[in-house]
């Protein structure tokens, strides 16, 4: 259980940090480029990020 509730935690933490940083080069991105031109390159890297993470998913096997 505490090893579970470790991974869980990493897997939180990594996907905060991810998120912050979208939102800091969101911003950064939406002053030299029109905001909805920003919104469309995360909703992009968004559908990329996803299917990368279906592999890594499929790859790694259930806690049990």
Same mark, same amino acid.
């Given at each position: 259980?505490? $090893? @579970?509730?470790a991974l869980a935690k990493k897997s %939180?933490?990594?996907e905060e940090k991810r998120t912050d940083l &979208?939102? &800091?080069y969101f911003k950064k991105f939406s002053r030299v480029v029109p905001a909805k031109k920003a919104a469309q390159f %995360? $909703? +992009?890297e968004n559908q +990329?990020? @996803?299917a990368l993470d279906l592999q890594v998913a499929a790859s790694i096997p259930l806690i049990k």
């Open positions: 259980d505490a $090893q @579970a509730g %939180f933490d990594l &979208k939102r &800091k %995360f $909703q +992009i +990329i990020n @996803a």
